[in-house]
């Protein structure tokens, strides 16, 4: 069985602060493929990053940075500089090959100008 | 390149009565997905297609819920009759469905349903 949990439900910051979402995955196979999506509230989930299991090398995109640790079962995302349009939940999310892809539980998170 | 459409983005409908939803994917996409979405929580599948077939029904509530793709493009989620319970955010989401190690799901702006 598949499981992806954010144990952070809610976060809030200043703006400019940094700030780390955390994402632990539970799965059985050596292949699967880990996602994190916005969903801000206009309601559409908005795709943020798909990594690959055999890829451990951490991503940077602009303010937005990934890492993705294998032996503590880990992909953390973190906001740079976090700004008021950075507010939204964000989603985790685990696939193996063509099966279903399990989402975590989100975590709301509030920039404060 | 338009996104994923869903069409209404709210409907509000009293229990017992039938509801639909809709969905247009990303042109070109062979996959497509219907979520539900309760508050709080993360999509869950409803039902994945490939092309015109469902490939993956095992979570819709066939007591209730239907769901159609005709022709491979459109699709269409129906709720008959609709309970308190099936009050939450609908939502579609379609892939290119070419290789496992690139596909990724682009979702639309979802329906949400409030049954009284």
């Known amino acids: 069985a598949q499981k992806v949990t954010q144990a952070q439900t809610e976060i809030s910051v200043v703006e400019k602060e940094d700030v780390t979402l955390d994402c632990v995955y539970e799965?059985?196979?050596?292949?699967?493929?880990l996602f994190w999506y916005k969903q801000p509230p206009s309601g559409e989930l908005v795709f943020l990053i798909r990594?690959?299991?055999?890829?451990?090398q951490n991503e940077i995109s602009g303010r937005y940075s990934w890492n993705f640790q294998k032996s503590t079962s880990s992909f953390n995302f973190t906001i740079t500089a976090s700004q008021v349009v950075d507010s939204a939940v964000y989603f985790c999310?685990?696939?193996?090959?063509?099966?279903?892809?399990?989402f975590g539980t989100g975590t709301k998170l509030q920039v404060i100008p | 390149e338009a996104g994923v459409v869903q069409s209404p983005r709210y409907k509000i409908i009293e229990k017992k009565q039938p509801v639909a939803f809709w969905c247009n994917p990303i042109s070109g996409h062979n996959t497509l997905y219907w979520y539900l979405q309760n508050l709080g929580q993360g999509p869950e599948l409803l039902i994945r297609y490939e092309n015109e077939e469902a490939v993956d029904d095992s979570q819709l509530p066939k007591d209730r819920f239907s769901a159609e793709r005709l022709k491979g493009v459109d699709s269409t989620l129906k709720i008959q009759p609709a309970e308190l319970g099936d009050s939450a955010v609908y939502l579609c989401?379609?892939?290119?469905?070419?290789?496992?190690?690139?596909?990724?799901?682009?979702f639309g702006p979802g329906t949400r349903l409030t049954v009284l």
């Open positions: 990594r690959n299991s055999f890829d451990e």
């Open positions: 799965t059985r196979d050596t292949t699967y493929y």
């Open positions: 989401a379609s892939s290119l469905g070419l290789a496992a190690d690139t596909d990724t799901q682009y």
């Open positions: 999310a685990l696939q193996r090959g063509y099966q279903k892809v399990t």
